[in-house]
């Protein structure tokens, strides 16, 4: 009897690793079928259900994956093992209310395992629900003393709470022993360079934040070629993204892509106010946003994949695309989309809000060419810091950011192909300065409403109080709830020093999005021309000087005042590069 279960057991294992390597390409569909497969052959194997309520997650099929997690849990011989399995794939795809729901679970095992009270706490930070964030780290820490995983979730609940002292006392406790494991020891220091820079101490907060990417650094190796190969798309999209392959597209759309959907993609860097402006827009009525999932890129990157080498253009990838591929995809991203809203989006205007989908513009227009873009802009030296600031996992798309040079880098890389793309889509797109929204929250929302054909409605200028009913999944999920404030514009003026270096290359960008004189100024001082521009200056206001006089003859006591208001002129612009340049 043994020896006939013999091959079955041995099948399941190559089909679980054969399914691992079908998500890592985006092929759903293909894992799905092994783990079925798989079922078929072990029908009680928990970890099989396990991985297919995970794949039906990664699908955007939350119906199916709950049937599988919880047919797991009921026959799983180890409960609490499953039960935080499915709270962690639940995490996976940001369903932090269904992973909130599973950690809640292990509660009700005895004893309770650290894990749980952990993930628990950070659930509930996400959630806004921070005293009870505080509440389970105190039990965590009390059940769980000197465990770095319980001192952790302890701090970023202190931190989060706003209690600064108490939680740099317990970061430190983490940060400074060198026995704790050194994602511990890292994600300690970036909760303690964000305590340290609201307290101010913005010299130790960038040394708290260094060492962390430090010990970061070593996890980032494996990631480097997937991150350069996506750096080589981005310069080839630059280039081969024109104004005439977007009209073919829209044309194709409208014989082969019919109906048309009512959709816009909210994107820019990240850090740069997407969050602020999504909550202004889903707060009118006739909006429904998705905030920050994959569902675009997992139901559609494994077909570009299908057409894409190291020879072939990302583009012609595109290109490739036949509109039956299409048609199928923007059925299966809208049922991915209801799936994660949890309600269906009907007539109501679609808002795909993610940052990191700029880079995925160019899809988003071939798959729907009926589509508006909103780009959400900041002063490009406040989203760098705020992205350096971040405690990100290690990613390929996260890689730059462990290093100022690298963040600087890699947002000239992306915001380039944003002002490639720019004058090819016109009209379909329209930046949103963050500034302005918080200087003037009504005429911009009402330039924005105007943009995606929405009538005005008051609500959106109470879009703290919406907010404060939805998770908000970006990190900006406890700031959000709040009404505008100012206090994050120019925050780059307290790391200037440690910035200063890289920000020529952001010259550019200051330039293009209005970010004042300061780029202009860049630009001369790195051609090497600042002395050429003072005498061209000095010259000018000479001949302007002399002209006047020349024009209007006047005895010599009233020449004084056009020589005084000359001299004014000239030290009032040595001001204000001296201010510029100090800020």
């Known amino acids: 009897m043994n020896l006939s279960r013999q091959p079955a057991a041995s099948g399941v294992p190559k089909l679980l690793a054969d399914a691992r390597a079908c998500l890592t390409k985006n092929d759903h569909l293909q894992a799905a079928q092994l783990l079925q497969r798989a079922r078929g052959l072990e029908p009680q194997n928990d970890k099989v259900l396990l991985e297919l309520g995970r794949v039906h997650a990664l699908s955007y099929d939350f119906a199916a994956a709950e049937r599988c997690f919880e047919n797991a849990v009921h026959i799983s011989p180890s409960k609490v093992n499953a039960i935080l399995t499915v709270g962690h794939h639940w995490m996976e795809i940001r369903n932090f209310e269904a992973a909130t729901r599973y950690f809640e679970m292990g509660l009700k095992f005895e004893p309770v395992g650290l894990v749980t009270l952990v993930r628990l706490s950070e659930m509930y930070g996400r959630l806004r629900r921070l005293e009870e964030a505080v509440a389970i780290s105190e039990r965590a820490l009390r059940e769980y003393p000197c465990h770095e995983g319980a001192l952790l979730a302890r701090g970023k609940a202190l931190r989060q709470m706003r209690r600064f002292e108490e939680a740099e006392l317990v970061l430190l406790q983490i940060v400074s022993n060198l026995s704790f494991p050194t994602e511990a020891r890292a994600a300690a ?116 994949s299908r057409n894409l080498s190291e020879t072939t253009p990302y583009t012609s990838a595109l290109e490739a695309l036949s509109p039956r591929t299409v048609r199928q995809i923007r059925t299966e991203y809208f049922r991915g989309i209801e799936s994660f809203l949890g309600e269906p989006v009907g007539n109501r205007l679609l808002l795909d809000k993610n940052p990191a989908m700029t880079f995925d513009m160019p899809a988003m227009c071939r798959v729907f060419p009926e589509s508006r873009f909103l780009v959400a802009l900041r002063d490009p030296r406040d989203v760098c810091l705020s992205c350096f600031m971040q405690a990100w996992p290690v990613l390929p798309d996260t890689l730059p950011w462990l290093s100022p040079e690298g963040t600087v880098d890699n947002y000239v890389a992306v915001m380039g192909l944003w002002l490639a793309l720019k004058p090819a889509l016109g009209n379909r797109a329209l930046e949103v300065r963050y500034e302005d929204m918080v200087e003037n929250l009504e005429a911009n929302a009402r330039r924005t409403l105007g943009f995606l054909e929405l009538p005005w409605n008051e609500q959106v200028l109470r879009f703290n109080e919406s907010a404060r009913t939805k998770v908000v999944r970006s990190p900006t999920y406890v700031e959000v709830a709040k009404p505008v404030y100012k206090t994050a514009i120019g925050r780059w003026k307290n790391y200037q020093k440690h910035f200063e270096p890289h920000f020529e290359k952001l010259a550019p960008f200051l330039k293009a999005f209005g970010y004042g004189m300061v780029a202009f100024l860049c630009m001369i001082r790195n051609a090497g021309m600042l002395m050429l521009f003072w005498a061209l200056m000095a010259l000018s206001l000479l001949r302007a000087s002399g002209a006047e006089r020349n024009s209007q003859p006047t005895p010599r006591k009233s020449s004084q005042p056009a020589r005084r208001s000359s001299g004014v002129v000239q030290t009032f612009a040595r001001r204000i590069v001296a201010r510029e340049f100090q800020a």
Not at 222 to 241: A, E, S
Not at 254 to 270: M, V
Not at 271 to 276: F, N
């Open 189 to 304: 220091g970036y909760e303690l360079g964000a305590v340290l820079d609201a307290r101010e101490c913005y010299d130790e907060a960038m040394e708290a934040f260094i060492e962390a990417k430090t010990l970061l650094r070593g996890d980032a190796v494996p990631m480097m070629k997937t991150f350069r190969d996506k750096q080589g798309h981005l310069k080839q999209m630059r280039g081969g993204i024109t104004e005439k392959l977007l009209r073919a597209w829209e044309r194709v759309g409208q014989s082969e892509l019919q109906p048309a959907r009512n959709i816009a993609l909210l994107c820019g860097y990240p850090r740069s106010g997407t969050t602020l402006l999504e909550y202004v827009i889903d707060s009118h009525p006739d909006v429904v946003s998705a905030d920050e999932t994959s569902v675009f890129q997992n139901k559609a990157y494994f077909e570009i």
